[in-house]
């Protein structure tokens, strides 16, 4: 009897060793990928870091440049020169074409939703002039403010 119980025990402890493998493989696998992830994060970090360090290194440049005014016609001719003024006098030339003026954008818009607005009204308006009672009727509000809209039913052509 001692003996099946020693046996229990360890099996036991054998079923318990056998999942705390499991977990130490499932731990040392999410490790790896952690670290998989850590080396592409220092990878992007690193390739941010040159850019910036070039980044830095042409403002430095063009800082001194100009802080040397005696030589600002040249530098101003190198600019000229320039991807960045080439790229920047291009997109100013664009934009007219690919964009449009955002008076009228909203002007546009604004008679687009009036002309909703209206449509909206004339298919209302047959059901509403139909209706019994006043021959002042209020599209809006109950008449007595000011901001109400009051149409004579008599008065509605379609």
């Not at 080396?39 to 040159?50: A, F, G, I």
Request: hydrophobic share 40%; glycine share 2%.
């Amino acid at each position: 009897m001692e003996y099946l119980h020693s046996l229990m025990e360890y099996l036991s402890l054998m079923e318990y060793l056998h999942s705390l493998m499991e977990y130490l493989h499932s731990l040392m696998e999410y490790l790896h990928s952690l670290m998989e992830y850590l080396h592409s994060l220092m990878e992007y970090l690193h390739s941010l870091m040159e850019y910036l360090h070039s980044l830095l290194s042409a403002v430095t440049a063009d800082c001194y440049r100009f802080c040397n005014w005696k030589d600002a016609t040249v530098v101003f001719n190198m600019h000229l020169q320039s991807k960045c003024h080439i790229k920047a006098i291009e997109a100013v030339a664009m934009l007219p074409r690919t964009t449009k003026d955002v008076g009228m954008q909203l002007s546009s818009a604004h008679s687009a939703e009036k002309e909703q607005a209206r449509d909206m009204l004339k298919m209302i308006y047959p059901v509403w002039a139909s209706l019994p009672g006043k021959n002042w009727l209020a599209l809006r509000g109950d008449g007595s403010d000011a901001s109400c809209t009051l149409i004579p039913a008599s008065s509605y052509e379609s």
